[in-house]
């Protein structure tokens, strides 16, 4: 098959994770399209809500030379992305609930204010908007996504790898997270990865290195997945392992069915929270 990005299979670490905890889950987050709007649907949830209005602020301060990353005020800034998300559009069920998030996400980049460390040292920014390339080109199969932070390391020439964690719990050592980051790091900038670490926001003054899979074990553990969930969408067969549908999938379901509210129209999404 001829290689076109427009037809391609477009494969992240969170649509890989939807398919590993449920295909059925996958079809409703990744494929479907409400007939009436014809636009995906998502569901708002207030850890997503404050892991993104974070990310967005620390995103911005990567556009910045290293010298002036501090100068704009972080809380500011937070505040004013938040208004993006605040009440229903965010998750939020109650304003106690909403008021406890915030605080949360404002903790986080006070923390990052108080210990910048990689933020004033020198960074590379990948020009693509959305960071991709070729997984497997005989599948028309494209891997993308966002790394957080890419830290340039001058006296080895290299870069580390830093992902930027808002949530509470440490990330699951069986993640595929870092073998997609690095494969995304090696094919799409030119200075070769030398390490990898994960900012727990919620509790850490500094980064914590994380091991980095080689590049072969990394292209290893992800071209099966890639292949099955390409062959996935060609035969069209998301089906959920269980009878009754899963945890994963049955939030989904439920906006199907009309259970949930729409809230919000974001990044051509309609949004929606649950009773």
């Not at 890419?150 to 509470?168: M, S």
Request: aromatic share 8%.
């Amino acid at each position: 098959m001829p290689k076109d990005k427009y037809t391609a299979v477009w494969l992240s670490h969170s649509s890989i994770s939807d398919y590993l905890k449920c295909p059925r889950s996958y079809f409703l987050k990744n494929i479907y399209k409400d007939p009436k709007s014809r636009r995906k649907i998502a569901l708002a949830s207030p850890a997503l809500s404050l892991g993104q209005t974070v990310h967005e602020v620390v995103e911005s301060l990567s556009c910045l030379p290293a010298s002036e990353r501090l100068i704009p005020n972080l809380t500011d800034q937070f505040l004013l992305a938040w208004t993006k998300i605040s009440g229903k559009k965010g998750g939020f069920k109650s304003a106690e609930e909403e008021e406890a998030a915030k605080v949360r996400g404002q903790n986080m980049l006070s923390r990052i204010g108080s210990h910048p460390g990689p933020i004033i040292r020198p960074a590379i920014k990948i020009r693509q908007d959305l960071p991709y390339f070729w997984l497997l080109d005989e599948d028309n199969v494209i891997l993308c996504g966002k790394i957080d932070w890419l830290e340039y390391l001058p006296d080895a020439d290299g870069v580390n790898i830093i992902d930027f964690k808002t949530g509470k719990y440490d990330e699951d050592p069986d993640s595929l997270q870092l073998p997609i980051y690095l494969l995304l790091a090696s094919h799409t900038q030119t200075k070769p990865v030398l390490g990898a670490a994960y900012w727990y926001l919620d509790r850490d003054d500094e980064p914590t290195a994380v091991k980095l899979p080689d590049l072969e074990s990394a292209e290893k553990s992800l071209v099966p997945l890639a292949k099955k969930i390409a062959l996935a969408r060609k035969l069209q067969h998301f089906s959920c392992p269980q009878i009754h549908g899963c945890r994963a999938c049955q939030p989904y379901e439920a906006v199907l069915s009309g259970q949930a509210e729409l809230v919000d129209v974001r990044e051509n999404k309609d949004v929606y929270l649950l009773p």
